[in-house]
């Protein structure tokens, strides 16, 4: 029994049953099937979070951020700067106590890539309804090349818990035609 | 000391009960009910916030008592319940005494007094920073002293295990090897030493850092580090519950397990392949390669799954083989029918086991998945999952052992029978009902740790699906029902430990089986046990399935680079 010494003394000698070595093969090779699939995706998915990221420090971020909404700053909205940048080109989002900044508008199969970093705390970037889901940090410039590909209205939620704002960082990205 | 040790034999099972370890179990379960009961409420009240048309806390209290719940029920209930576990594994099961009982009261002691300074910190209202404290967001400094002194108290608690194992053999108190239980609970003890020593690791520097000692601490070293114990930790909980089911289904059918070889391969496993610094709490995080991130999600933790898979099978399956030898014989099911479901330990074991696997593992493996995470990170998946992992799984299972513990250890008897009967399946339900609700609305993108869906205060709007509302609304129906299981559980057990009858000394209480009735192995006899074996196909076939339903789902999303 299993709260008491096992009754054969040399149990590491007991032959294992049909049944269970069966299953203890079948879930190895199914844990194969899953180290493959992640493989697999790195070569024919779409969607891999990139590894590429630099040190960065909250006022060399904001600096470059800044260069890209002067340049390509478009209107105004609800108090923030509405950018739209060339395609193919770095975009830089700030997440700091509580926003996102600024709102980008991109095209439709259009290629970016889009940098990320905070200023203050973690934050958690979360667009939704696509729902991509990306941890950011201070002081690491995070760089996810991105290619939306619907039009429409896009929120970013922050979904990594920012203090008593939290629930009030909303960011935007529009996608357009 | 080993001279002055006080025993009694007990009249059920016949094992010699070291006074000191009975007084240090009774403490350790006391105390773990107590914080059950106090994180429980938060978890309701968590709930009935998020409820949007209940909406019951505002937003500081919300964050305030979110951190409480974590706290208390994850760390202090489960640890001071997984102590209560391992002095009775040792102590207990090798007929022994407790190897340095004052150390395990100082332990005790450490580990109240830092809960306590933690809870008072949390509730000042200056450290709501959520039980994983990621830096730079800052607490109080007696928040992290707090949890230092938990964490080394319940480090000195799993010394004075590993002593009782050591004092066990060379007084010869048991013959062979040591039991399976014990085994699991070793597992749980080694694991939990790596853990903590993390966990040191962490919360050292970061209290110096609250004193404004150190002046930066790296965000994403932290992260790292701090999931080295907070994962590692969790596969404390798995060895310890699966040890806690292998013990009810000796202790209430006398099934022993198919095979010992397995069994404990199995546990083993859980210590080989414990996930280095827990990379699938990494996943989304930047400058993280992807090799590394394969490497450690996929041998590191696929392996560890496996251990889990196989205990999946040989814990439903000596259930099975003891109920067929008893001549439960008919059909594939007649031994699952006919089991003791009207036994509260039974039964909640039984539930945990099954809820443990198709709610918290195949989600657990899902979302572990380096891809895959990216639709899942930080949204109510995550608690979706874990509380079919800690919930239903190890607490519903902590609870089973309960019943047994009350008529053994306590020796008092279960009160209010009828209640108790009901009690796992009520708490079962709920708790399955708020892990798939969550789960379900982290697949609609809600995030979690989150007061707010309408966002009704922020500049800019959004607007979420509208079934997340109804997803919502279910879980907090279910945290209900949840809650409720969760006071019958406490009603119960503090009705019975100071009011229940007093069991006499030489009263037996149950029949706890003779060994040897189950099929011998390694004779002509081979075990047969189709039941578990469809039990088992069903598992498998719903989570290659549900595992391949998420990559179409990912392939859905933008795609990135
Ligand atoms: C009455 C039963 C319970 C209810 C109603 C409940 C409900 C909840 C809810 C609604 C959340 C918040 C999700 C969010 O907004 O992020 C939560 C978080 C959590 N729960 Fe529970 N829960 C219960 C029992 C448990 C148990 C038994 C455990 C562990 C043993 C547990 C561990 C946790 C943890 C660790 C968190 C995460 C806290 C955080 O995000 O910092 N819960 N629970
Ligand atoms: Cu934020
Ligand atoms: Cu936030």
Redesign the interface.
Known sequence: MAITPPTVRIWWKEPIAKVELIWIVIAFIWGLVMFFMMIYWHGAGQQNLSNEAYKTTPEQYAAKANAVVEAHKVRDEAGYPVVHPPAGSDVYLIARLWQWWPILELEKGQTYRVHMSSMDWQHGFSLQPTNINISVHPGYDMVVTMTPDQAGEFGIVCNEFCGIGHHMMIGKIYVVE | MAITAKFRTCPSTGLKVHDQAEKLIKANAVAAVVFLAVGGLFGLMVALTRWPAVHLLP??WF?LVLTAHGLDILLVWIIFFEMAVLYFASAI?LNSRLAAPKAAWTAFGMMLIGAIMTNVAVLQGNS???FTS?V??KAEPHFYLGLLLFAVGALIGCFVFFGTLVVAKNEKT????????TFGALTAAIIAVFTIASGAIILVPTLLWSLGIISHI???LY?TIWWAMGHSSQQINVSAHVAVW??I???VL?????????S?MAFLMYILFLQLASAHHM????????EWK?FN???AM??A??GS??HG??IP??IEAEQRAKGYTNGLFEWLRKAPWGNPAFAGMFLSLILFGFLGGISG?VMG???L???????LYVPGHFHGTVAAGTTLAFMSITYLLIPLIFRREIMFKKLAQLQPYCFALGVAGISLFMMGAGT??I??????IT?A?????????GTAFLMLGLNGIFAILAALGGLIYVIVVVGSVFFGRRIGDNEKVMD??A??AVT???SAH??S?PG??VL?AVF?TA??LY?FVN?K???E?????
Request: include cysteine.
């Open positions: 937003a500081d964050y099961l709501s920073v959520m990621y730079p967001m048991y013959q062979g090897s040591i039991p399976l239980v790296d965000s994403l992260k292998y013990c289904i000796g202790m006398g099934a022993r397990t198919l095979s010992e070889k397995v404990r996943l989304v995080e930047p400058g993280i390669s992807s394969i999600t996929s041998y696929y392996l799954v496996l898979m196989i099978m040989t399956g000596s493996v998945t380096e891809q995470n990216l639709i899942m990170h930080n949204t609609l993108g995030s979690r740790r989150h007061w707010d966002f205060d922020s500049i800019l709007s959004f607007e979420v699906p706890v089986p060994t040897a011998q192995y390694g081979t075990v046990i578990t074996v088992v498998f989570f290659v595992y990559w789902y990912l392939a999303v933008w795609p990135l680079r």
